[in-house]
């Protein structure tokens, strides 16, 4: 019995797709290719609406499948067994796939693309779990069994295997345009973030840190947070800009009441001017509605007039508990939490504005006239690039060079 081990892989958000439905699958392939770089295969393509791998170690499935979790647009991939499409193949290939496995329940679980075949799905759910149940003498359990036998018929092929990993779904990452993520090294913008990456977005990111008056640390977590998100984008640029020269001329020349939010203008300012530069036409931030005083309706309104970008924010609706559990599947949580000093929590004053008045904001703002310090702040920012898996490049330039 001739038998060919290979990941099967099923897209999303794809499926959804019209005429440009196979431009969405070339991507994706691309994006599957890239992060099986350094494991075997021979080659992956699409049929049927799924897509294959071949040519792989199964012996290093675990690697496989951590590496195709982080693939954006995938909804599940299986390993699996090919053979010929006979209902006794399928059978006794199914039986050899258990023979090591310590289960209490199962299910059979069919789908057959391949029409010509002779027995409907539910005939082969059937068949094959009566042969099942008595070899091993276990119960069959159609809502949450331990085993879930997958079978799939595609194109006079039977696609045998029970090792699934469940995908983050959505749409390949560069299948989006391009934004901008205001990203700290907290909870709230790394998640935000990969929200944003789920949608197909290719994401610039830029961070702000107030050094030397502060620690390092921001920069630092902010790097280690980007080799994780980068696991997921391949490839990413980050913007180091230096606030503190701006943030010490708002202190000295506004009520300590506005700080933050002057702050947060002056952020969204230079944010701005990097993605004009680079042609991305919005901004993502991690704010999440009345989390903290700066993210009060009002206070959003103050700090979006900032800009004529739109700003998304993927959390603005969410609980911090909802935040915290994201964080902590996609990997982020634990560099989130380490000590950090934050560009504006470092300055906030006992009492910040909860519920700013725009035009006083705006006519403060115009008093003490940014304009001149933000190109200034921009050239004496660092450039870092970080390629999957974790290499990083440093590099300091004007912000006409940034795209060198």
């Not at 000590?339 to 904001?361: G, Q, W």
């Not at 403060?364 to 940014?370: A, F, G």
């Amino acid at each position: 019995m001739k038998q060919n081990h290979c990941i099967l892989i099923h897209y999303h958000e794809i499926a959804l797709k019209g005429k440009n439905r196979s431009w969405f699958e070339r991507q994706l392939i691309r994006n599957i290719e890239l992060q099986l770089t350094n494991l075997s295969y021979s080659k992956v393509y699409l049929t049927a609406a799924r897509i294959f791998c071949f040519g792989i170690d199964t012996s290093r499935w675990d690697d496989y499948a951590s590496r195709l979790k982080r693939v954006m647009g995938i909804k599940y991939a299986i390993l699996v067994s090919q053979v010929d499409s006979d209902i006794d193949i399928i059978q006794q290939v199914a039986a050899n796939q258990l023979k090591q496995l310590d289960f209490s329940s199962f299910r059979v679980s069919a789908r057959r693309q391949y029409k010509e075949f002779h027995l409907s799905s539910q005939e082969i759910n059937e068949i094959v779990g009566q042969y099942l149940q008595s070899v091993y003498l276990k119960p069959v359990k159609l809502k949450e069994a331990e085993i879930n036998v997958v079978i799939e018929l595609v194109k006079g092929m039977a696609y045998i295997g029970h090792n699934r990993i469940d995908g983050f779904g959505g749409l390949p990452v560069k299948t989006g345009e391009r934004a901008v993520s205001m990203i700290s090294s907290g909870i709230d913008s790394p998640v935000a973030s990969f929200e944003m990456l789920k949608r197909g977005v290719d994401l610039t990111y830029v961070h702000f840190h107030s050094s030397p008056v502060t620690n390092r640390q921001s920069i630092q977590n902010v790097e280690d947070i980007l080799t994780i998100l980068s696991s997921y984008q391949i490839r990413c640029q980050v913007y180091m800009v230096p606030l503190l020269k701006i943030q010490q001329k708002i202190m000295s020349e506004s009520p300590n009441k506005l700080w933050v939010i002057l702050f947060r203008r002056a952020m969204i300012r230079l944010a701005s001017m990097i993605a004009d530069e680079i042609d991305a036409p919005a901004l993502i931030s991690g704010e999440s509605v009345g989390q903290v005083a700066s993210q009060t309706l009002s206070n959003i309104r103050a700090t979006s007039d900032a800009t004529d970008l739109p700003i998304i924010r993927p959390l603005g609706g969410s609980n911090k508990e909802d935040i915290v559990r994201l964080a902590e599947k996609i990997g982020t949580y634990e560099i989130s939490i380490e000590p950090y000093d934050d560009c504006c929590s470092f300055f906030v004053p006992i009492h910040p504005e909860t519920k700013a008045d725009l035009k006083f904001v705006k006519k403060i703002e115009h008093q003490i006239d940014l304009g001149k310090m933000f190109a200034k702040t921009l050239e004496d920012s660092d450039i870092v690039e970080i390629k999957y898996p974790h290499y990083i490049k440093r590099s300091v330039g004007k912000l006409e060079n940034i795209n060198d």
